[in-house]
């Protein structure tokens, strides 16, 4: 049985002090950013014709990352959001790593679009002359409306640890970060009355974010849906990307507890329990996420509509190998995997969880490009990079700008608060000494 | 020695860098690309056009405030005109007050445009020949049958013979361009026919426009000649007042009443976890004055 002075002093000591490795991972996540940044101001001066997009394929590597990206968050969202409503048992030392997973996401995904624009001075028309018409009005409309109910969800969660953390008097931080506790925490002390005004708010907001999760995301797919072109127009795109996202997040999940088990020591609060029961959480989901794939190909190819048809030939074609990774491989390989006892290790569940989300986003790539590669009009005389795609390294650089932004964005949260939630674990702590 | 060596050094330094110089210098000059056009309209009016672009990145860019100077003739060239190119590239001729230009002995005129040059930009031009051609439409209606009858006659060694063989495309404009409604063919005596359909919408009169031209044919250039009759279906495209879709400017009445119940709902959850945050700052600070009265 664990009290709060353990849990204090087991996961305190990541945000007190701060090692020579946490410095040097900085550092080489700030490098890549900087590279990003190179590129970035290399695309503003030079536009777009930097990068591999041109009149048919006018979105690439960057609006495959938004979708990605995002998916991540709305994961996040779904899985925090129905790990607390169901009061889970085991959910204690993973809900942290969802919500944050969810709010980090959710901020890097938008970035994609900007770069993704090639007249950047234009975006303020999408707030000043909004058509609600437009799929791209509702995504705007929904993606501002979910950063901030996240925002909200993940400060509730954070507010019963920021009480912890400023009344812990051996807790050696500097001043300022005693000031954050106090003014954050809202003058929290836990009792009955705050107690229950801040569970009905959490559940509430937890509720509330699975429905915007489902909504925003689908919203997302609607924005591809409901144009006509081959591969995009489908009526299960909306649950498709759903549950695609919620495959991606689950595993993204997986890896990070694996690596924040690592980094800060925490063998005693994630072990191999929760490492089996994300990963089982994974296969089911892997096997939703392989029936809608599946159903989505099996009608193209047996309507065999010309443009739907030539875009399957691509696909078998051009894109075999990726094809075959993102729906067979990244499927299959963690089912069987995580399916089987024998297998049932933290590397190999982690390894399963590594080829999921490696294989979802190229199912995200798989999603966005061939079917701009494949256009309704013939095109004579046109040269093969005008309709062939290829991400040049400005594109790849922003890409893993973003994903260098996303891991030191966790490292920043993780000198704040505790990335497994006191105030979780002390709930679990009571529950068992009440029973 | 090193003194010798450290001055070679130099002075090849100093080459290296002043022939990069000249060489970068040359290679930035631009090399355009000159294309003439010859154009009849339907009042028999005739110009020359020229556009002058230059190609960059593979886009084609055109050169905008460049004098062109076009001539008449093959191997005595008269200046006929000049003129500058607007923001397209282009520069226009007009042959009507200009008609003293001379034909060869087949009767067929050449012109010539000349760009000269300037530091960055090389010089270029381009050549064209011309056989003037007398287009003529007739359209007639028997029987609901609407009949567009074509006739040219090209201009050889000084009288007019039939063009036969010849190749006129007939086309009636659309909102964003031409539709192509079919083509005609001459015979031996220069003409040909076309029976137009009878279901292409008009303005609300049925007003249609026809055009039918020869297009950037070898010998005669671009030729045409237009005619607006009421051989359209009358269409009416005025979209009701107050109507509501997907293209209009208000959106439909369900999608509205969709997305203000959707953020309605939202944006009202997050109020109350707002208010509960207010709460507990409210508890907390009746708590401390509380705890400072039993103090």
Redesign the interface.
Same mark, same amino acid.
């Given at each position: 049985m664990m009290t709060e002075k353990k849990l204090l002093e087991d996961l305190t000591p990541e945000i007190e002090s701060t090692g020579l490795k946490w410095y040097l991972t900085f550092a080489a996540f700030f490098i890549v950013f900087c590279v990003g940044i190179y590129a970035l101001v290399l695309q503003i001066d030079k536009g777009h014709i930097v990068t591999g997009m041109r009149d048919n394929v006018v979105w690439g590597l960057y609006i495959v990352n938004f979708i990605f990206f995002m998916g991540l968050s709305y994961a996040g969202a779904l899985i925090s959001g129905v790990l607390h409503l169901f009061h889970t048992g085991w959910r204690k030392p993973v809900i942290r790593m969802a919500e944050l997973i969810t709010v980090i996401s959710l901020v890097i995904g938008p970035f994609f679009i900007f770069f993704c624009i090639g007249r950047l001075d234009r975006l303020p028309f999408l707030v000043m002359y909004p058509r609600i018409q437009s799929p791209i009005t509702w995504d705007v409309i929904a993606i501002s409306t979910d950063l901030v109910g996240c925002f909200m969800f993940l400060y509730l969660s954070f507010i019963e640890d920021f009480a912890i953390l400023r009344d812990y008097r051996e807790l050696n931080v500097p001043p300022w970060k005693h000031k954050v506790y106090k003014v954050l925490s809202l003058g929290y002390t836990g009792n009955e009355k705050q107690k229950k005004i801040l569970k009905n708010a959490k559940n509430v907001m937890a509720a509330m974010i699975i429905a915007i999760a489902i909504i925003v995301y689908s919203v997302l797919a609607w924005i591809f849906g409901v144009t006509l072109q081959p591969g995009w127009h489908s009526t299960i795109f909306g649950p498709y990307f759903v549950i695609a996202a919620v495959f991606s997040g689950t595993g993204l999940l997986i890896i990070l507890m694996w690596i924040f088990r690592k980094i800060y020591h925490l063998e005693e609060y994630i072990t191999k329990r929760h490492f089996v029961n994300v990963g089982v959480l994974l296969t089911i989901i892997a096997a939703f996420y392989g029936y809608f794939t599946f159903s989505d190909y099996l009608t193209k190819w047996y309507g065999s509509i010309k443009m739907d048809s030539l875009l399957i030939d691509r696909l078998f074609s051009d894109y075999y190998s990726l094809f075959i990774f993102a729906n067979y491989v990244g499927i299959l390989i963690p089912c069987i995997i995580i399916a089987f006892p024998k297998f049932r290790t933290i590397p190999n569940i982690t390894i399963a969880a590594i080829i999921a989300v490696t294989a979802l986003w190229v199912n995200r790539y798989i999603i966005v490009i061939p079917t701009l590669e494949t256009p309704f009009l013939p095109i004579q005389d046109i040269r093969p990079d005008w309709i062939k795609y290829s991400p040049t390294w400005v594109e790849w650089s922003l890409t893993f700008a973003g994903i260098s932004v996303y891991g030191m964005l966790f490292m920043l949260v993780s000198k704040i608060a505790p990335i497994i939630s006191i105030s979780e674990m002390k709930e679990k702590d009571q529950i068992e000494i009440l029973k | 020695m090193k003194t010798l060596i450290s001055r070679t050094l130099i002075i090849l330094s100093l080459l290296a860098i002043a022939s990069f110089y000249s060489f970068s210098q040359e290679s930035t000059k631009i090399s355009p690309y000159v294309q003439l056009q010859y154009f009849k309209d339907n009042s028999d009016n005739s110009s020359l056009k020229t556009t002058l672009t230059y190609s960059k990145? /593979?886009m084609e860019i055109p050169l905008k405030g460049m004098k062109i100077i076009f001539y008449s003739g093959n191997e005595k060239k008269n200046k006929i005109a000049e003129a500058v190119t607007d923001e397209k590239g282009v520069a226009v001729c007009d042959l009507k007050e200009k008609s003293d230009f001379s034909s060869d002995a087949t009767g067929q005129w050449s012109f010539s445009t000349e760009f000269e040059g300037n530091d960055t930009i090389e010089s270029g031009s381009a050549e064209l020949s011309i056989r003037d051609v007398i287009l003529k439409m007739d359209l007639a209606e028997a029987d609901s049958v609407k009949t567009i009858t074509l006739n040219a006659e090209k201009m050889e060694n000084g009288r007019e013979v039939p063009a036969s063989g010849e190749m006129l495309t007939v086309y009636v404009p659309r909102m964003f361009s031409l539709l192509p409604v079919g083509d005609v063919t001459l015979d031996d005596s220069g003409n040909g026919s076309l029976e137009f359909p009878a279901d292409l919408p008009g303005d609300k009169e049925g007003n249609i426009t026809i055009i039918a031209r020869f297009e950037e044919h070898p010998e005669f250039g671009n030729v045409e000649k237009t005619a607006t009759l009421k051989w359209g279906v009358p269409s009416s495209y005025t979209v009701p007042k107050g109507h509501r879709a $997907? #293209?209009t400017?208000v @959106?439909?009445l369900w999608?509205?009443y969709t997305?203000s119940i $959707? $953020?309605t709902g939202? #944006?009202g959850?997050?109020l109350? @976890?707002?208010i509960? $945050?207010i /709460?507990?700052?409210r508890? @907390?600070?009746k708590?401390?004055s509380s705890d400072l009265r039993n103090i």
């Open positions: - | 990145n /593979r $997907l #293209w400017k @959106a439909p999608m509205i997305l $959707l $953020l939202v #944006w959850h997050y109350f @976890a707002v509960s $945050l /709460r507990i700052r508890n @907390a600070k708590d401390e």
